[in-house]
């Protein structure tokens, strides 16, 4: 792994970087603002704590895609949430360092919306950023667990010190390179909030109509199955909404499991309460993965088929009372062939498009695990006051670090003159006399 550092002076020619594998900080993408429609409303669980930021999210990101952050080099968090599936993963099982998963992994799109503020299958995890170290504490999934021969996570803290590019990163993020577990954990959680998907046939149709009204960009199929969707049992519909409620299609937090409860290790598993949202379901490779916790579904048609007919088992104490009927008796929709297959034409409209291919999700590292950070611009602004004879030279550089200002007169030899800051924005400036003729200034960064 390297780490490519820039240097820049009035008269150096720029570096050629080639765009795979590069991580341009003195242009972050865009993550702390982004648009989301009107009605997407009250629903963030981001903790006044750990706000979003652009740098923020750019280290997450940098970390989510990480191999290094396994035990043996070989995992990362992309591993088992693959963004051309909706991070999420096709196999049942994820590969771990030592062996396969023990439930299958959970898509991460719109997790920041989720009024479910726990998150893991069995909601273990009080917060999302409790959830992002245990996969790295997890002697099968990453392996620092401190465990069973495994390193510990303090030996992981001590491998990202020795990085250049994260001493970079975490000073850029926290004003400081010292790394911790706490910001580790504050930095991933940043990134996945980051993942929104709100660009789908349905958010076009939902900006013009409510949901109980017929959306002109849908089929009739993808009409239908909308209203089987809203309608509850009882007025002919499927009475999904009553636990996905829309437009956010996450799931409702007092939901209990829904009669899938076989564990991929063997035997019954009743805890299993939470789910990821609809949305995304499906994407343009397909389905985005198997469905539910132990990936007993291998699509959209089986898993309408499960609600249409809840199996009735005596050992499901945990069973949620809305797929239950009077009598001891549990849900049989009677949904028709036709019906089933209108539901998924809805679901299928649930599905965006920037969230697969948008660069600021995607991985940084080029094919050989390199990465290569740009923390100063390919050029600089200078302004010369011909009454004072002096110039000011800025650029715009990664935000929140220092950077050395150096002299020369001759582009080999250059001396330290001082050291400026750059401003929350990346801005960085220096002003000096133009005269010797033949000096030339620079901007340096020692990480």
Known sequence: MKTCITLWSLSLASLV?????????????NYANQ???????????????????????????????????????????????????????TATASVGVDG???????????????????????????????????PIRDHVEMGFSGASGDPAFADLVNKLNAIPEYR?????????????????????????????????????????????QN?????????????????????????????HVPPHFDIDPNSRNNGVIGSLSGGVDLT???????????????SNGPFMHNGVFANLSQVIAHYNTIPNNPANTNLDNRLSRPGGQTQNLGLNQQQSSDLVAFLGTLTGSSVYTDVKWSNPFNAS???????????????????????????????????????????????????????????????????PPKAFYRFTYTP
């Open 369 to 435: 695990n390199e990465l290569s950070v740009i923390i100063l611009p390919s050029a600089v602004t200078t302004t010369i006051n011909r009454q004072t004879n002096s110039y000011t030279m800025t650029c715009r550089a990664a935000p929140g670090l220092s950077y050395g200002v150096e002299t020369s007169t001759n582009l080999k030899d250059w001396t330290t003159v001082t050291s400026v800051a750059a401003d929350t924005l990346g801005n960085v400036s220096y002003s000096a006399d133009v005269v």
């Open 100 to 134: 396969t998963t023990g439930r299958h992994s959970m898509r991460l799109i719109n997790s920041r919306f989720s009024l479910e503020r726990k998150f893991f299958w069995d909601e273990r995890a009080a917060t999302l950023e409790a959830q992002t170290t245990q």
């Open 215 to 243: 959306f002109a960009n849908f089929t009739a199929a993808e009409n239908r199955g909308k209203t089987l969707f809203l309608n509850p049992p009882p007025q002919g519909g499927a009475g999904c909404a009553t636990c």
């Open 272 to 286: 299993n309460v939470r789910s990821p949202s609809l949305r995304d379901s499906v994407g343009p490779l397909g």
């Open 35 to 89: 648009a989301r429609p009107a009605y997407i409303t009250n629903r963030d669980n981001t903790p006044g704590t750990n706000p979003i930021t652009d740098a923020g999210a750019t280290l997450g990101r940098v970390m989510f895609y990480d191999k290094r952050m396994s035990r043996n080099n070989t995992v990362s968090c992309s591993s088992c949430h693959q963004q051309a599936r909706g991070f999420s993963d």
């Open 168 to 212: 970079v990163l975490f000073a850029m993020t926290y004003g400081s390179p010292v790394i911790s577990e706490t910001n580790i954990q504050r930095a991933l959680a940043q990134f996945v909030r980051s993942i929104q998907s709100f660009d789908s046939k349905y958010d076009v149709g939902r900006a013009v109509s409510n949901d109980n």
């Open 17 to 29: 970087f080639a765009q795979n594998g590069t991580l341009d900080l003195t242009k972050l993408h």
